[in-house]
Every structure is written in structure tokens, then in C-alpha cells.
T-cell receptor, first 121, second 115 residues
Framework: GAVVSQHPSWVICKSGTSVKIECRSLDFQATTMFWYRQFPKQSLMLMAT?????????EQGVEKDKFLINHASLTLSTLTVTSAHPEDSSFYICSARDRQNAGGGPYYEQYFGPGTRLTVT | AQSVSQHNHHVILSEAASLELGCNYS??????LFWYVQYPGQHLQLLLKYFSGDPLVKGIKGFEAEFIKSKFSFNLRKPSVQWSDTAEYFC?????????????FGQGTILTVHP
């Protein structure tokens, strides 16, 4: 199956600094990637939809100036947490959407990365 | 707004016990439904999905789920669990009846299977 990687798998940073997380589709091209945030014992919350070559679409309540998303190529999207604070500590998961051609027309499957644990001290 | 609810946060079973994890969604139109599994330290993997047709869907590793439209439910079942099924399970939904939409996840259910 398709593979999505994330780097780093975990990161610790100091309050006020910025952190960049990379999401790569390793064996397919993804015009669309998704960024989720997962709090302990809670669901995955969609933060934004990243579209190659255009601006990301953010979900309601997500600060676009704080969570900068860049999808510069068909295999790479990055999430930069700017001026991180302890409340930004969380598990960030990306997902890449693969278009497949089935008998009844195109079908879109989402593949998930392993996640990045961010701790802001 | 669309939402997905999983009623059990943590389920503990012994090996060979039967499993049923509840999932309900709130949306009156066409939905596509999914179950994902996340093994410790690993990424989310698709267990099974329902788009249309037979409401009883069979997935990988012996799992199945039944779509009951009248109950807005998509419960996950397995007749006999194994220790290796210990993981977190997420129900998810896409609205609109196509595979293109955004996934909305339930809260997740942690399954612990004792040998």
C-alpha cells in the first residue's frame, strides 16, 4: 500500500520558537494532504487541507498565521508551528490523498503518516 | 454539522471473546463510513469501509461492520479477538457519497486484549 512519512517523529522545543514538520508521500503523488491534531484520549481533529500549488484551507478555529502550511510539491507538505507555546503540545498527523482509477471512476484513498509528537517547554 | 460518536472509550477483553465497538454518526444525507485501527506506535490503517451496496462489510484481519441506516450506526465486530488486536480503533465518516470529502473522526476506542 501507499506510504506516508513524517519527520520528525518527535520534537521538543522551547516556547516562542518555531517548529517545522514534514509530510511526504513516498510512492504516490498527492495533490491534497490533510493535517490533523490529536489530543490525548480525543479524536483526530482536522486542522487544514493542504493543496499543492495553492493556499491551504483551514478549519474553523485554526489560526492560519500560527500553523503555516506549505504544499510546494506533489509529495511534500510542511506544517510550521510558529511561536510555539505549551498549549500547542500535541500529536500532529498528516494524511495524503491518493487518486486511484476504479471501474466506476476515480476513487480517493487517504493514507496516514505515523504522526509527530510535539512538546513545547 | 456532521459528527461521529464512539461510545466506548476503553474496552478490555480476553482472547477469544467477541467484540463489538459502537459508532454512530449524525448526518441525514449520504455518508461513507470507515473504521481505522492504530496499533501502538504505528500509523492509522484502514480496516474497512462502506460506500454503498451490502450493508455488511468485511475488512481485514477478520473484522466486519454493519451499516444500519435507520440507526445511523456502523458498529465494528469481530467474533474472536486476539492479543494482537490490542490497538485504538477509530470510526470515521465522509459526507456526500463520494470518496473525495473530508474525514470526520470519532473519539476512538482503545481495545485491550488480555492473553
Amino acid at each position: 500500500g501507499a506510504v506516508v512519512s513524517q519527520h520528525p517523529s518527535w520534537v521538543i522545543c522551547k516556547s516562542g520558537t518555531s517548529v517545522k514538520i514534514e509530510c511526504r508521500s513516498l510512492d504516490f503523488q498527492a495533490t491534497t494532504m490533510f493535517w490533523y491534531r490529536q489530543f490525548p484520549k480525543q479524536s483526530l481533529m482536522l486542522m487544514a487541507t493542504s493543496n499543492e500549488g495553492s493556499k491551504a484551507t483551514y478549519e474553523q478555529g485554526v489560526e492560519k498565521d500560527k500553523f503555516l502550511i506549505n504544499h510546494a510539491s506533489l509529495t511534500l507538505s510542511t506544517l510550521t508551528v510558529t511561536s510555539a507555546h505549551p498549549e500547542d503540545s500535541s500529536f500532529y498527523i498528516c494524511s495524503a490523498r491518493d487518486r486511484q482509477n476504479a471501474g466506476g471512476g476515480p476513487y480517493y484513498e487517504q493514507y496516514f503518516g505515523p504522526g509527530t509528537r510535539l512538546t513545547v517547554t | 454539522a456532521q459528527s461521529v460518536s464512539q461510545h466506548n472509550h476503553h474496552v478490555i477483553l480476553s482472547e477469544a471473546a467477541s467484540l463489538e465497538l459502537g459508532c454512530n454518526y449524525s448526518y441525514g444525507g449520504t455518508v461513507n463510513l470507515f473504521w481505522y485501527v492504530q496499533y501502538p506506535g504505528q500509523h492509522l490503517q484502514l480496516l474497512l469501509k462502506y460506500f454503498s451496496g451490502d450493508p455488511l462489510v468485511k475488512g481485514i484481519k477478520g473484522f466486519e461492520a454493519e451499516f444500519i441506516k435507520s440507526k445511523f450506526s456502523f458498529n465494528l465486530r469481530k467474533p474472536s479477538v486476539q492479543w494482537s488486536d490490542t490497538a485504538e480503533y477509530f470510526c470515521a465518516a465522509k459526507i456526500g457519497g463520494t470518496s473525495y470529502g473530508k474525514l470526520t473522526f470519532g473519539q476512538g476506542t482503545i481495545l485491550t486484549v488480555h492473553p
